[in-house]
């Protein structure tokens, strides 16, 4: 696998993830545009909204949540499709759904009743979900592989922008990553036994994506949490040869307590957004040492369609 920058002038990626991966920074960028198109039917402030996803995207679903709710917009909660609240009085419902044909997310857009709002982002073309609520279809961020990556960041991007971040300095960050030579700057984490990912606020749920996304590239132990429960706990797997990756920044005395254990701390001072993008080249660098096919993960499919 070429370990070198991967741009548009460099070698050919060896896998459709390799490629998706590459793309983000550009994706973050257009996703501004993509978010103001769509103003009206995005989140408003003050509007009590739920926003809903399975997976990798009810993990960037309980990203929205802390985001909106640490910029004071209004009550968001984060509910898997699964387990839809319906009795809470929402204003607005936000659905995530990449395949467009998620049983659990399809099921949960028909209950809802129909004076209530609910936009759903996709970037599926002609799938059922885009026909039950108002249609954010991102299709220029689709993915061969079954691992999902821009498709979610840029999901993530829209809001962010939406809520008036502005993303510049985290697509410079994301570029720059990018830009390096992932075995040299991802080698104390390549052959980590066990890696603990953690964060707070919408690091949080980051964490947790990055954790999924090891398990379901290159079969890796991983696990995620917040950075304050991690001393209730979980720190006691630490362990030598063992990692803990810590999204923004960190609690006081962490680093202090992991280096008790001897486990490696993994951490640099950029934006979690960016800093998903090493775990991503993590991603490839251990499915390739141990041959495995990234593209897709055993037992998984692009899209969960059950029985009716």
């Known amino acids: ?48 909204v739920a926003v809903v996803g399975c997976g990798t995207s009810l993990f960037m679903s309980r990203a929205i949540a802390a985001l909106r709710e640490a910029a004071g917009q209004g009550l968001t909660d984060a509910w898997p499709a699964s387990q839809l609240r319906l009795g809470r009085e929402y204003d607005r419902y ?28 996709c970037s ?21 592989s079954v691992v999902q990556t821009r498709f979610a960041t840029t999901t993530l991007a829209i809001l962010r922008w939406h809520l008036g971040e502005d993303l510049a300095p985290v697509i410079a960050q994301a570029r720059e990553v990018l830009a390096e030579d992932p075995a040299e700057s991802l080698a104390s984490v390549r052959r980590a036994e066990q890696i603990s990912f953690v964060g707070m606020g919408f690091a949080a ?51 202090e307590d992991v280096a008790v254990t ?16 090493r775990v991503q080249q993590l991603c490839l660098l251990r499915a390739a040492d141990l041959g495995l096919d990234a593209d897709h993960p055993r037992n998984l499919n692009r899209s969960i369609i059950l029985e009716q």
């Open 205 to 255: 749920a980051l964490a947790d994506e990055a954790g999924l996304k090891l398990r379901e590239s290159c079969q890796a132990w991983t696990e995620g949490y917040l950075a304050t429960e991690y001393r209730h706990g979980p720190i006691s797997i630490a362990a030598p040869g063992r990692a803990v990756w810590a999204f923004g920044p960190l609690e006081p005395g962490f680093t």
């Open 124 to 144: 599926s073309p002609g799938t059922p979900v885009l026909d039950l609520g108002d249609a954010i279809l991102i299709d220029e961020v689709d993915e061969k």
């Open 94 to 121: 936000l659905f995530i759904c990449r395949s467009g044909t998620t049983t659990e997310v399809v099921r949960a857009m028909e209950q809802i009743p129909a004076h209530i709002p609910r936009t759903v982002i």
């Open 262 to 277: 001897g486990a490696h701390l993994e951490h640099r001072d950029i934006d979690p957004m960016a800093d998903l993008v």
């Open 1 to 48: 696998m070429p370990t070198s920058a991967h741009t548009s002038a460099g070698p050919t990626p060896a896998t459709h993830l390799e490629a998706e991966v590459s793309t983000q920074p550009d994706d973050w960028a257009r996703a501004a545009a993509t978010a103001a198109k769509h103003h009206a039917v995005l989140p408003q402030p003050g509007e009590r």
